[in-house]
């Protein structure tokens, strides 16, 4: 059964936590805190990286994920940024390297299993896995930007 990973909270939406949540074989959930959502926010309108600032937190978050949870399967991910799914595809695949897994884009419904799990967790009906700090976030950006500059 294919890995479906959905969000809940847009990154832009500084106001609230954003939940990231991969289900079906297994289920893994990570949240960026509102609070640091703005710290990152903050620091990347100092770099030339503002205007993708939402696709390159996404792809992190993304990339965090797949790595905590060990997916090795193919993996659905809900379209959330419609015109960047190649952009965010390739951030991952530099991210995680030869150990990334088939990465494809499409329609995860709202009924979907990985959404239900974010929702929980946004409604902190249950605990995330894992909670992602600004700093894990501004380092992993910075230093994905410096390899593609190597």
Not at 15 to 43: G, P, Q
Not at 63 to 87: A, C, H, M, Q, W
């Amino acid at each position: 059964m294919q890995i479906e990973i959905d969000q809940s909270g847009k990154i832009e939406q500084t106001s609230y936590d954003t939940v990231i949540a991969l289900t079906n074989d297994i289920k893994f959930t990570v949240v960026f805190k509102k609070k640091d959502k703005r710290i990152v926010e903050r620091k990347f309108k100092k770099t030339k990286l503002h205007r993708l600032y939402i696709q390159i937190v996404f792809s992190t978050l993304l990339s965090i994920i797949i790595k905590k949870s060990k997916v090795k399967k193919s993996v659905l991910i809900d379209t959330e940024y419609p015109g960047y799914d190649n952009f965010i595809k390739k951030f991952i695949e530099n991210k995680l390297g030869p150990k990334c897994p088939t990465i494809k884009f499409g329609f995860v419904g709202k009924e979907s299993k990985s959404d239900v799990l974010a929702s929980k967790v946004t409604h902190k009906k249950i605990r995330p896995n894992y909670v992602v700090s600004a700093e894990e976030i501004i380092e992993a950006c910075l230093k994905n930007k410096k390899s593609r500059s190597a």
